[in-house]
Every structure is written in C-alpha cells, then in structure tokens.
C-alpha cells in the first residue's frame, strides 16, 4: 500500500503537517511514503505545465491512500492547496484513490468545513471518499485521541479498500 | 449482502424509487432486499417512539448496502426523507453501512445537491460514503446510461467494503 | 415592518424558540408579529393542499423579516423545518421577504450548518440572505452575547432593506 | 457607488470576466469602476504581505458592490481566486460590501457551486450576501438573458443597500 500526504499549508512543517502525518499513520500503521508540501511546488502552481506539479499530481494519483490536509482558512481549504488540486483531471484524477479529508483550525466553529466543504473536492476528481472528513483542533489534536478514534474506526475500511483483490 | 432502498418521495412507486432500486441492482447484481418508502411509515415520522419507524431504523441498520434516493426538492433533498433520517443515532445510526445518495430532478441544474447536501448527512450518520452521490434527470435516467455507469465504476468498491472478511 | 419566527423543533416552546424570538427582536427592535410552530401544522406537513399550511406559507411570504430557525439534527436542520419549506414556490416563495437562518445546538462543531445547509434553501426560495447563518450554542445563547452582536452588525442591513422605499 | 469586480480565471480576459462585467453594469447601471484580475497579482498571492495583494484586498473592501466571479474547477471556484480571498481579514474583511458570487461553467451540472460553495466564503470574510449565487453557462450567457434577469430581480436591493443612509 502506498501512502501520500499532501499538505496545503503555506507555512512548511506546520502543525497541519504533523496531524494529516499522524492521521497516515492512524489509518495505515505505518509512516507515509510520500509528503508533499504543496508550498514546495512554488509560483508554477499558478499557471500550467510544470514538471514538478505534474510529478506530484502522478504521485497522488498512483498511491492508495491520500490524506489531504489543510489549515482553515474562510471556514474552508487553502487557496494554495485548491491550486493544487486544480490540476489533477476533473472526474478521473483521484481514481482508485482512498482519500482522507484533513483540516486543521482554531476553534470548532469551522468543524464541518472538512466533510461539507474539502470532500466534495477530491468526490469530484473521482476519489474513493470513504472516511469522514477529520477536523482537528490546532490545540488539542495531539493529546485529544481524535486521530487515535479516526484511525480505529476507519483503517479497517482503508484495509478492505486497500488491500490486492483477492 | 443485504441491500435496501430508502425512498424520500411523498407520493408512493415514484420515479425516485424506480431510480433507486435500479441504482441498487446495478451496485449489488441483484434486487433490493428491502424497499422502506418513508410515506408509508406515517404521521409518527413527526413523532418519537414509533415501533414501525424503528423497525425501518433497523433495518437500513442492519444492511450492508443502502441506497438513499430522494427528488430534488429547494434544491436539497426532501423534508419527508430527512424525518426519517433524523430518527437514526448520530455519529453510530448507519455504522457500517455503505450508503449510495441519489437524487433525481427535473433539470441539471440543481446536480450538485446529492454530493453536498444529501452526503454529508449519510455521514454523519457514521455510513460509510465511498461513493459519489449520484443525481438523476427525472426524463431521462431510463435511457441515458448513467446509472449502468455509476455500477460499473463503483459496484467493486461495494463488494469491497461489503464482502465477508477474509 | 411585520416580522414572522419560523421554529422547526418537534417540541413546542423550545429554547430554539426562545433564541428565534430574541433574534427576531434584536434585528428589529420589537416582539415579532408572528410564530409559527412547525410542529403545529400538524400532519398534513407530509401532504399537500392543507389550509393552515397554506395559510402559514402566506403569513412567511408576507413578512418583512422572518427568522427561521432549527436545532441541529445529523449536522443540519430538522426534517420537520423541510417539510414546511418544501411547500413554498421555488424561486419565489420567499421573494422580497429578509430571512435570518439560525441553528441552535449543543456543540460548537456544528456552527457551520447554518450558513452551509440552511441558508442555501432560504436562497433558493428566493428571500434576500443578507445575513450570514448564525449559530447559537443552546447552553449559552442567553449570556453569550452572540444575539446582541449580531443583532449590532446586522439590523442596520434589515432596515435599509425593509423600509419602505423613498 | 463604488463597483468592484474580481476576476479568478488563470486566463486574462477570460469569459468569465466579460461575464463578471455584464453582471456588475446589470446590477449598477454602470461600468464597475476597478477590475482586479487575481492572476496579475503574481506569485505574492501564494505569500504574504505584499503592497500590490494589500491594495487590491483595500480596494475590495472600499467598494459598495463586488462581483466576485470565478470559472469552475472541480465543481467550486478556483484556487487562484481563494488565494486573494484568504489575505482578507477573517469575519470583517468584507464588512459593509454587498457582494455577488458568479460562476460560469461548460454545463449545468455544476450550477450549485455559485450558492453552496463561493457564498459562503464572502459570507465568512463579513460581506452582505444579500444576492444568491449566478450560475452562467460559459457558452450562453451572452444571449440566454439570465444576467439580465439577475440585475432585474436584485439591482433594487443592491441600491437600497448601498445609497447613502437618510
């Protein structure tokens, strides 16, 4: 099973980081195989046919498990990580793709961005959206055992999704 | 597997129901086992504590596939169907279930609500909502194939989730 | 200006009924003219051609403001409030009236119900939303201060939008 | 009257901005007084603290009217437009601006993003959502009269919202 990470926070090695991290583990019992900072793939983001967005555009298309994490910004994802998603092809782009909906706030007020708002996205690139959308408090989610829940819940689904058919 | 329909129709043998039962048919290979039209289970839906309500309850419960059709009422799904689904325990009432949202509507334009709005619901619920939500064109959903399409891209992930544990 | 209180909870003189009214006098400075309890019209909701549901839709479609208002059920509003919408003209339905959507539940994770699930139909009926969603925590609404605040910011709008016309 | 429109599309000159503009003359009477293309703000919009971002961010929020138009991408607006959207200020970053959302797309089936998704962002930045959101088929729109009717139905309310107070 191959694992990706995709993290839409414009700072690098932020806390959504470390969550949408924990959250690949909670899921699949193992690190992930791939982090991508969407940061990382800079101003090209804006325009198209860049090498590097395409590579990382395949990587998420050809892993099994995608979770894709946002801070909460406007009570929804990213500008920056829209961009990405952006690129990947409408219907089809996430197909065959278990994804995980991540976001990352200040307060609960926002909770239901990450199931109303950042699961649409990644139903309509075709994705397998299996697993609730997982809000976590920026505070709390270390020591809060929400991802612990999430994972206890939800990996024998990603397992059963995942898994070679038989 | 055990698969139901759920119809959210106020007026009985709907077009949202023939919809809904050839949308389980094509994820299951096979006809519903059970049909619940929430009509049919009365005033008391406006109540609590109805023993024909809760054996519905039980029954979508209890079922591996759940097909959860409704027409497109104010651009959502309709308040007779949501009565119902508000008899359900939050969080746990639909754990285990892999629940397909269907709606069915007189025009395109309203397309987006089985994803936004019927789905999230499902999910609160604790279903398991690996697929898209599927909107129907009430004139043209006989003919226009996108129903033996939604089976044929999502009936293995069905019988992935749905399948004995090996 | 007449004012109308729209309460969609199954149980009479709820504390969303109480919030409702508080709102109504906050955006308009007196008691509201007008309450309907959903729950009142009885069982005919799950019909149609009934008089006092008709009379009802015509009390809400002749106000200047109207508040309507739910407790949070499954992350949105009740089924019970669904059923009364679902029998006002699409598009029209509300045509002219301001309409403040407010959902009262017990944990902040779900404050963004109003302004995601409930104010989309008020919209689609055709009221003037000028008014985000307001969510009320139902332990605190009384002391919190979030219905002077919002009655503050937004009274000011529902004047200029309700005064007759120069 | 201050009139603003911005324009989300990657593409200069897009569709979508003829669009944007026929929308803001129906609403206004007039020729918008700025148009801000997001995508000529440049690579800062994936930073912070850039002058150019900061005074179109000023000249938004100094605006009485803005028509916010994106295409759609992935069934929601784009993740260019959200990056200018998130360097607003959270609740009051819009405050006392009327703004419409309008989005133009290549088919119907998208035509709830306008309302259920970029709405709510304006309504989080603060903004008076008073109108619903405008779905514009990008091959039609310049014949099928429905910005016409839009500037019909909502340019009184845009005026009475945005005349200087008696």
Redesign the interface.
């Known amino acids: 099973m191959v694992t990706t990470v995709v993290v839409g926070n414009?700072k690098r090695n932020s806390r959504t980081r470390a969550a949408a991290e924990r959250v690949a583990e909670a899921l699949s019992g193992r690190h992930a195989d791939h982090v991508i900072e969407v940061?990382d793939l800079?101003?090209a983001?804006?325009?198209?046919g860049d090498a590097g967005i395409a590579a990382a555009v395949d990587t998420v298309a050809g892993s099994d498990l995608v979770v894709i994490a946002s801070p909460t910004?406007?009570?929804?994802?990213?500008?920056?990580?829209?961009?990405?998603?952006?690129k990947?092809a409408?219907a089809t782009g996430m197909h065959g793709v278990v994804a995980a909906p991540v976001m990352v706030g200040g307060?609960?007020?926002?909770?239901?961005?990450a199931?109303?708002?950042l699961?649409?996205?990644l139903?309509?690139?075709?994705a397998?959206?299996?697993l609730?959308?997982l809000?976590l408090l920026e505070s709390e989610f270390e020591s809060d055992g929400r991802i612990d829940d999430y994972g206890r819940r939800w990996a024998p689904?990603v397992e059963?999704?995942t898994r070679a058919?038989?």
């Open positions: 414009p940061i800079g101003p983001l804006l325009e198209w910004y406007k009570a929804t994802y990213t500008g920056l990580l829209k961009t990405f998603l952006d990947f409408g307060a609960w007020d926002h909770a239901l961005a199931e109303l708002t699961k649409p996205v139903a309509e690139l075709g397998t959206t299996a609730p959308g809000f689904v059963r999704l058919a038989p």
